[in-house]
């Protein structure tokens, strides 16, 4: 372990082998950091917090702090991070609150970058990007390898589907299906997120059914309720429908449309 003799580590925290700590960085109680993460200096880490193996935060960044949240009273809650995150200068990510899940989550592998901010209770999935001054607010949901472009940002209880991706500036105020490419202010749906899964490796057939289940959802001038009962035949034949299907199922804020 190396800590910079201006930090200011709390007794209570707990620092695993291998963690470096810059300069004028505070780490306060109930903080968890496993080995290999490094914090850079000026960085302030309030608890309950665990931090997994192998992060790199950058300088400036505040992590765990209090929920911006009028309803919060210091009631218990929690930031729980995974492991081989990025998190770059002035991010913030804050603590759950009682009226949600009491934590907040963050995946692994996630390269979260400059002025990012993470509100109470969100769940942040693995691999994804969240680009310059990306916002969330409270309880979103963001899952796996979903990127979010420059400025985007995410009304409270908004879900946004694996493998979706946001334009810069887009307003996002309802649910985002996966896959899908969304843009604007507010926030509609564009096409497919086409490149990104080829990227991942996505089959042709895979993309195929894909975009069939858009077109379905978004091109047929359906109402939903149509729209869903074909989705469910499409589903029979296809893994990545069925998941698009199922997050429909969940959404409570209606869809992108």
């Given at each position: 372990m190396s800590v910079h003799a201006s930090a200011v580590i709390d007794p209570a925290a707990r620092l695993a082998a291998g963690v470096e700590v810059g300069p004028y960085s505070v780490i306060g109680p109930g903080v968890e950091i496993g080995s290999g993460t490094r914090i850079g200096a000026h960085v302030v880490i309030d608890g309950p917090t665990r931090i997994g193996r192998d992060n790199r935060i950058w300088p400036f960044s505040a992590i765990g702090g209090d929920p911006q949240d009028k309803k919060f009273h210091g009631e218990s809650s929690e930031l729980v991070i995974g492991d081989r995150n990025t998190i770059r200068e002035y991010v913030s990510i804050n603590r759950g609150t009682g009226d949600g899940a009491h934590v907040t989550r963050v995946g692994n592998d996630n390269w979260i970058m400059a002025y990012v901010h993470i509100a109470h209770d969100c769940v942040v999935g693995d691999h994804t990007v969240l680009a310059n001054n990306a916002?969330?607010?409270?309880?979103?949901?963001?899952?796996?390898?979903?990127?979010?472009?420059?400025?985007?940002?995410?009304?409270?209880?908004?879900?946004?589907?694996?493998?979706?991706?946001?334009?810069?500036?887009?307003?996002?105020?309802?649910?985002?299906?996966?896959?899908?490419y969304v843009a604007g202010q507010?926030?509609?749906?564009?096409?497919?997120?086409?490149?990104?899964?080829?990227?991942?490796?996505?089959?042709?057939?895979?993309?195929?059914?894909?975009?069939?289940?858009?077109?379905?959802?978004?091109?047929?001038?359906?109402?939903?309720?149509?729209?869903?009962?074909?989705?469910?035949?499409?589903?029979?034949?296809?893994?990545?429908?069925?998941?698009?299907?199922?997050?429909?199922?969940?959404?409570?804020?209606?869809?992108?449309?």
């Open positions: 916002t969330l607010a409270g309880h979103v949901e963001v899952g796996d390898h979903v990127i979010l472009g420059g400025f985007a940002g995410a009304h409270q209880f908004c879900k946004i589907g694996a493998h979706a991706f946001a334009a810069m500036y887009s307003a996002i105020n309802r649910d985002v299906p996966p896959f899908c507010f926030a509609e749906p564009r096409g497919v997120n086409s490149e990104g899964l080829k990227r991942r490796g996505f089959s042709a057939e895979r993309v195929a059914a894909i975009k069939r289940a858009y077109r379905t959802l978004y091109m047929a001038g359906l109402p939903l309720i149509e729209a869903r009962a074909r989705l469910a035949e499409q589903a029979l034949e296809s893994g990545d429908v069925a998941a698009m299907l199922a997050f429909i199922e969940r959404s409570e804020r209606s869809l992108v449309r």
